[in-house]
């Protein structure tokens, strides 16, 4: 008889133990499926969450609405299902071992968003009722409805508190961002952006461009909407402390779309249009018939989601074109995309998820602005060829327009950009009260601009020698690490509590170059064809990181209590700058949540919070700047010399700015009136400036951490459902801001120059807005007579006062909805250098009544008087040098950003052969009021190259956003 061995028969025990122990466990526990919808129109909820907040677990809804929880334990719990733009819906469910429970939730629309969840700033995901500062949010419904295509644009009336106004109206250009005011005479006031946890490249104006008259090429042109699933946005202050050294001018953060779970479903989508060139503010007729010209637009998209419970995917792909609104396709832009997300769950205790997004644009420019006689746009407006009597023709020289437009597109200046970006995160959680998250993303932009002007060109006559080509290269690149951690601690006696910890840092690698020819071969496009070669290079390199400690204390679920810091460090310090220390701490009161909260009252007021905080945040200084650095000086072709460049600093820190947030949000009538108004006082201290050296050193000036800018102001939105029915809805919503800038100390610092020009400096002065513009207003003498006198004083300010925004959203019979939305901006100035263009050109924008030789002295006087009231210079005595106030204009506007309608064909009319088909309409940019500037848009802004700051307020001959109009349709077989 043989027997086993012992060994074996411990090895087969534990596997059947084991088995055994297996099917228990799965005998004890069940799952919970279901499917959410939305209460209007029965239709289902994408992307819904469903979870078990007690258990820590949940699902995400698929292309059907439909969720599934796994490994459920027996009992009954309480299910949330959430969504972004809805109110939170909970239900009891029963659990029985090896068993489905099934249940389903009916979301219901709504203007309060109390509940819902953001991350940014956070630390730890956490619902609007307990934050301490505004965090403001972009559904994925509000983007659905947008014709947007890059992030600038759909920013655009969306956010209370946040402006984000068209610099120019072509290709590669962005927005000009800013919150809450100018907080830096350094910087521009461009948020820094994420995309899931992954810091990219925001900028614009770089070192080495090659201007092309006010318009730069922007990072933000190339992060496409695509396929974006919210956006969450703070506006400094408190929210942006656990961003450190960075986020004085607050945080943008966009979430990618990473499927759900389902079979894998295509949807394809065409949109196509015109769009029609905005000629409202031009000047002349035969810019509009000869320039200007419609242009049609098509962009094509193809999408794939779907995956299991353990993986899902969404990928996408996008191409559009159109040739742009100029003669000859001198403002041509092609863009490519192409982004992928995924999210795999490894384990009951830890997932992954990895984003990728690969885009490709190209773009046309054209020169504008000062180039009077060899820009397109300057040359039709402000040309010498067609000022009244200013220009004489010479022989064999034509002042046809159309000809001479001809020669003004030979040169050809286009640019190109390839951006990858890519991030994977991490998660895990040993323990569901320990959540951990690691991250590791790069962001990756590489943009070659080649302005060629061939020797046809100069041999027009019109555009000046010699021929040349430049080309400006410019390689970036941010890396980014960051751990997350958070931490649960046991309630104790109706107190929560949670701690969040974690690390975050970037380095970034900015490495520019240009170079030009000068004489080159005709016929030939290349370096090596040159006569005269010029190169130059620039590169920088930055590293920050810092740690964080926060604290989010509950008291009986209505008082909310955050404490926090961030300590940071940054190699643009100086050295005996060491780490920096970020505080923030806020308090936030649901007093409408309270037992005591008079019951009659719940009616009316159906939520209401009280909040408070305090934070500070930082900005860091330039790369180098606090070190000491010499130049080389070309005397000749073949010799060099060494001069004094940087004198250094080794104090340099970063600008400290510290806020003051107080606020309430309120909810009315059941929910369908929202309320969120906040005052906000923010003071930059340690602003840099550029402080004078002794020159007879050979050092001018040095950056230095010298002065003190505040902003403060109010912002009030509103958002209210007024009219619900089952075949119709209607919401409207609402809001304005305010900003008071003023910059309050120099530190010691002379006034100086940040802007403007040599004849209309805007001007960084005490007690005054940053950017006042210093002007000569023309005075008369004792006599009552103009005869050239003027004084010099600053006037007005270049950042509007108050900006707002305003939208109606109507769904109706279910499957059409309507969206209007629009901005405005008022209380600021802008500089018009179109009218000084044009008065030095020969043209009669600025010439009043003529003065008869007859006149008397007091005839004289009241002429000139007049003149003056009118807008224009008061005789022959004065030119806009010394009567420059008469180019600084109230640039006040009123817009309507879109119109748009989106029609979800129904079932009975697509029948089985398509899942759903989506027919849009949308205009953008389509109507404008208030405006009472003279031939220019006083939303844009010309961008003078090279500077880092761009406060706006200056107006030029441009190009304004074009009328679009766009068809779409989505299928999705």
Known sequence: MKFFPKRSIASLLAIILTLVAGRASAQETGEIRG??????????????????????????TNLNGEFVIRKVPVGTHNVVARYVGYKPQTKSVEVSAGTAASVSFSLVQSAAQANEIVVTGQGVATQKRQLTSSVETISQKQIEQTASQSIDQLLQGQVPGLSSFNAQGIGGTGARIQTRGVKSALSNTTPVIYIDGIRVDNGDNFRLADGTGGAVSSALADLVVGDIERVEVIKGGAASTLYGSEAANGV??????????????????????????????????????????????NRQAINVTGGSEALTYNASASLQNTPGVFAGDELNNTLYNFTTGLRAILSPKSDLEFTASYTRNQFGRALLNNAYDASPLSAMEAGSFFAPGNYITPAGFTQN?????????????????????SGVAFSIAPLKEWTNTFRFGIDYRRNEARNLFPPAAIASGIISPPSSLTRADRDFMTLSIEYAGSFKLPDFGGISQTISFGARGFRVEDREFTSEGQNIAAGTEDFDNSGIINSFESNQALFNGGIYLQDQIGIFDNLFINLAARVDVNTAFGSEVGTQFYPTAGIAYNIADEAFFPSSLREIISGFKLRASYGRTGFFPTPFARDRTFNVARNTATTAGINFGNPGNRSLGPEITTSYDFGFDAAFLN???????????????AALFDFPQDPAGGRITQLRNLGSIRNRGIELSVRASVYQSPNFDI???GAVSTVDNLLVSLGG????TIGGFAFLPMRAEEG??????????????????????????????PTPTVIGSFGIDMTIFKDLTVTIFGEFAGGHYTLNQALDTRFYQGYNDLLGDPIPDNATPQQQGEISRRNFANGKLPNDNYVTDNASILLVQPADWIKIREIGARYRMPKNIIGNFLNGMVLSFNVRNPFVFGTRTTGADPEL????????VDLGGVANLAVSPAIQYRFGIEITP
């Open 35 to 60: 499917i959410v919808t939305d209460a209007a129109d029965s239709s289902p909820i994408i992307g819904a969450n469903v979870s078990i907040p007690d258990l820590k677990i949940g699902a995400t």
């Open 252 to 297: 943008i953060q966009i979430f990618t779309k990473k499927g759900s779970p389902g079979e894998a479903k295509f949807r394809f989508s065409t949109i196509n249009g015109v769009d029609v060139p905005e000629t409202r503010f031009t000047f002349e007729e035969g810019t509009r018939t000869t320039l200007y010209r419609p242009a049609f637009f």
């Open 401 to 421: 327009r159309d000809s001479i437009l001809q020669f003004l597109l030979i040169p050809n200046l286009r640019e190109t950009v390839n951006r990858f970006t």
């Open 671 to 685: 929910d369908r009136v929202a309320v969120e108004f906040n005052y906000y006082t923010q003071t930059t201290d």
């Open 731 to 733: 919401a409207v919503r």
């Open 749 to 752: 610092a002379a006034p100086f």
């Open 768 to 797: 005054r807005p940053l950017g006042a513009y210093q002007v000569t207003v023309p005075i008369a003498d004792d006599d009552g007579q103009f005869t050239g006198d003027f004084k010099t004083e600053l006037f007005g300010s």
């Open 941 to 948: 802004a010309t961008v003078r190259s090279g500077r880092q």
